[in-house]
């Protein structure tokens, strides 16, 4: 058995639909990411979500929905007092815009029990996280993951999934992701988002800067064009653009992306054949609405 933990925040999603009403929901780049590695995965893979939320009605059906995917709840807190984060989706000029309020979110004390953590990533397999749950967390509460995550001896794969206005500055973004890349075995970022930061000039600029930080496995994420890998087995593009599909919704491709990616590996797929793969589920994922193949 094959246990994997993915770290992260779930929200309450509130989704746009006919008459001006929003549809409730459940998602998050990092439970997104869970999800679909218990899609995409057989009963021989453990997918746990570790997280924390509150005590109200709302962390309770999220609970209830997260358990009803398929995906393990035993290492999620509830924290008495406090609540889930919550975005709102709005179409601006044909295009889709997003409002936050993670303020009172308990997945920012996620981190604030180190025997939960211990207990939670016990053998563990591969760990899964990303720049947003990081990013929501305070420095000392980084450092307290980051040590419990080294010390289970488990696999990382991360994702800088890079918003700066999650951020105290550019420099502490900067710092924090780069710290992260250096504890981690495979990281999966996205170059537009990259390139703003750090400004690589190229998908080959972010591969050679995270090479030499030491990450045995790269995997550039370019939109529509092509993946780049970077590892052990050398180097190699894949493009997504023999796949052109209609996209209803891009919300959540990157996560579903990086799910298939992870999955083909674990399951013992080449480079080559795990970036197809990833291309194909992903291509899946645009033309739902959502992040999740739910009906």
Same mark, same amino acid.
């Given at each position: 058995?094959?246990?994997?933990?993915?770290?992260?925040?779930?929200?309450?999603?509130?989704?746009?639909?006919?008459?001006?009403?929003?549809?409730?929901?459940?998602?998050?780049?990092?439970?997104?990411?869970?999800?679909?590695?218990?899609?995409?995965?057989?009963?021989?893979?453990?997918?746990?979500?570790?997280?924390?939320?509150?005590?109200?009605?709302?962390?309770?059906?999220?609970?209830?929905?997260?358990?009803?995917?398929?995906?393990?709840?035993?290492?999620?807190?509830?924290?008495?007092?406090?609540?889930?984060?919550?975005?709102?989706?709005?179409?601006?000029?044909?295009?889709?815009?997003?409002?936050?309020?993670?303020?009172?979110?308990?997945?920012?004390?996620?981190?604030?029990?180190?025997?939960?953590?211990?207990?939670?990533?016990?053998?563990?397999?591969?760990?899964?996280?990303?720049?947003?749950?990081?990013?929501?967390?305070?420095?000392?509460?980084?450092?307290?993951?980051?040590?419990?995550?080294?010390?289970?001896?488990?696999?990382?794969?991360?994702?800088?999934?890079? %918003?700066?206005?999650?951020?105290?500055?550019? *420099?502490?973004?900067? $710092? &924090?992701?780069?710290? =992260? +890349?250096?504890?981690?075995? !495979?990281?999966?970022?996205?170059?537009?988002?990259?390139?703003?930061?750090?400004?690589?000039?190229?998908?080959?600029?972010?591969?050679?800067?995270?090479?030499?930080?030491?990450?045995?496995?790269?995997?550039?994420?370019?939109?529509?064009?092509?993946?780049?890998?970077?590892?052990?087995?050398?180097?190699?593009?894949?493009?997504?653009?023999?796949?052109?599909?209609?996209?209803?919704?891009?919300?959540?491709?990157?996560?579903?992306?990086?799910?298939?990616?992870?999955?083909? %590996?674990?399951?013992?797929?080449?480079?080559? *054949?795990?970036?197809? $793969? &990833?291309?194909?589920? =992903? +291509?899946?994922?645009?033309? !739902?609405?959502?992040?999740?193949?739910?009906?």
């Amino acid at each position: 058995m094959t246990r994997i933990v993915v770290i992260g925040e779930c929200m309450v999603e509130m989704a746009p639909v006919d008459g001006g009403l929003y549809r409730m929901g459940f998602a998050g780049d990092t439970f997104n990411m869970a999800w679909h590695l218990r899609y995409l995965l057989g009963s021989d893979h453990c997918v746990d979500y570790l997280s924390a939320v509150g005590d109200d009605s709302t962390s309770n059906a999220m609970l209830d929905f997260i358990q009803s995917q398929g995906v393990g709840i035993a290492h999620i807190r509830q924290i008495a007092g406090m609540t889930t984060g919550l975005y709102l989706i709005r179409q601006e000029n044909g295009d889709r815009a997003f409002s936050y309020w993670r303020e009172t979110s308990a997945a920012r004390q996620l981190a604030d029990d180190p025997a939960a953590l211990a207990r939670a990533l016990q053998e563990a397999d591969l760990v899964c996280l990303s720049g947003i749950t990081l990013a929501i967390l305070s420095p000392k509460a980084r450092e307290v993951l980051w040590a419990a995550i080294t010390e289970s001896g488990a696999q990382v794969a991360f994702d800088p999934n890079i %918003r700066p206005t999650l951020w105290s500055s550019q *420099e502490d973004c900067r $710092a &924090a992701l780069t710290y =992260a +890349a250096v504890r981690s075995d !495979v990281i999966l970022p996205s170059f537009d988002d990259d390139a703003a930061l750090f400004g690589d000039v190229a998908p080959q600029a972010t591969v050679a800067r995270y090479t030499r930080l030491g990450v045995g496995e790269v995997v550039v994420k370019d939109a529509a064009r092509p993946a780049i890998y970077s590892g052990s087995d050398g180097t190699l593009e894949i493009a997504a653009d023999r796949l052109a599909v209609p996209v209803v919704d891009a919300t959540g491709a990157g996560d579903s992306f990086n799910a298939a990616w992870l999955a083909a %590996r674990l399951q013992g797929a080449a480079p080559k *054949e795990a970036l197809i $793969a &990833a291309h194909k589920h =992903a +291509a899946c994922v645009l033309q !739902v609405s959502g992040a999740l193949l739910v009906s």
